[in-house]
């Protein structure tokens, strides 16, 4: 499949012209495969979503966090990977980007807690 010289088919996740390549290429500004935006980037990553839920679940479980905080991160790690490869819409990247942010904060939080935990047991 190749774009029309007349048509206009801009990369659905940076906005350059794709015409003249085929759906096997890559696009030159951003490396999203030129496939996914013949698609209209239909799929949704799945680990993308895990991550994001994963992310909100470290907060509602508690100290369970440190099992479900660095699952989020690697999900949102592998969702990025299947964005890049074509496999997954950009549009997932925002759901994986808050995963990642959720989990990153919630280990903030507790390096906090332990810290303050830590300092109290010194001066006792």
Same mark, same amino acid.
Not at 27 to 56: D, K, N, R, W, Y
Not at 93 to 98: H, V
């Given at each position: 499949?190749d774009?029309?010289?007349?048509?206009?088919?801009?990369c /659905?996740?940076? &906005?350059?012209d794709?015409?003249?390549?085929t759906?096997q290429?890559q696009?030159?500004?951003c490396?999203?495969?030129?496939?996914q935006?013949?698609q209209?980037?239909?799929v949704?990553s799945?680990?993308a /979503?895990?991550s994001?839920?994963l992310g909100i679940v470290?907060?509602v479980?508690?100290?369970?966090g440190i099992v479900?905080a660095?699952?989020?991160?690697?999900?949102?790690?592998?969702?990025k990977?299947d964005?890049?490869?074509g496999r997954?819409?950009? &549009?997932s990247k925002?759901?994986?980007?808050a995963?990642?942010?959720?989990?990153?904060?919630w280990l903030?939080?507790?390096l906090?807690?332990?810290? /303050?935990v830590?300092?109290? /047991?010194l001066?006792s």
């Amino acid at each position: 499949m190749d774009v029309e010289r007349g048509r206009e088919l801009p990369c /659905i996740n940076c &906005g350059y012209d794709l015409r003249g390549l085929t759906a096997q290429h890559q696009c030159p500004e951003c490396g999203l495969s030129v496939a996914q935006s013949f698609q209209g980037g239909a799929v949704t990553s799945g680990f993308a /979503i895990a991550s994001m839920v994963l992310g909100i679940v470290s907060f509602v479980v508690g100290v369970l966090g440190i099992v479900t905080a660095p699952l989020a991160l690697h999900f949102a790690r592998r969702a990025k990977q299947d964005i890049m490869a074509g496999r997954a819409s950009p &549009g997932s990247k925002g759901f994986a980007t808050a995963g990642m942010v959720l989990a990153w904060v919630w280990l903030g939080v507790l390096l906090v807690v332990l810290g /303050i935990v830590a300092l109290a /047991i010194l001066i006792s």
